[in-house]
Nanobody, 123 residues
Framework: QVQLVESGGGFVQAGGSLRLSCAASGRSLLIYAMAWFRQAPGKEREFVATISRSGDSTYYTEALKDRFTISRDNAKNTVYLQMNSLKPEDTAVYYC????????????????WGQGTQVTVSS
């Protein structure tokens, strides 16, 4: 059974940067397309970005593609989300997720989830 553990969240001032990590244990992540989702207080969980198994293809939600970058290191069994120029509206719990399908932005297509890491951006 694969377990995902996110880390790297925390408090940051607007304009700052954070890099989230999602480390897997128990099995290789190579068989999964991976993604990041986020959920702000009082809002539904939303798609952020996804990356193919090899890492050569990525897709972002339009509003974030210029500030966020998803990447993966399959040798380290880890997926990353680099977040730059952070804004208060980026405050949310960020989740990594795995799927057998690449290209989906629908959370129901992702059967593997981490516990989430809190990101708080102050103005």
């Amino acid at each position: 059974q694969v377990q995902l553990v996110e880390s790297g969240g925390g408090f940051v001032q607007a304009g700052g940067s954070l890099r989230l990590s999602c480390a897997a244990s128990g099995r290789s992540l190579l068989i999964y397309a991976m993604a990041w989702f986020r959920q702000a207080p009082g809002k539904e969980r939303e798609f952020v970005a996804t990356i193919s198994r090899s890492g050569d293809s990525t897709y972002y939600t339009e509003a974030l593609k210029d500030r966020f970058t998803i990447s993966r290191d399959n040798a380290k069994n880890t997926v990353y989300l680099q977040m730059n120029s952070l804004k208060p509206e980026d405050t949310a719990v960020y989740y990594c997720a795995g799927s057998s399908l690449y290209g989906s932005t629908w959370d129901a297509d992702f059967g593997l989830w981490g516990q989430g890491t809190q990101v708080t951006v102050s103005s």
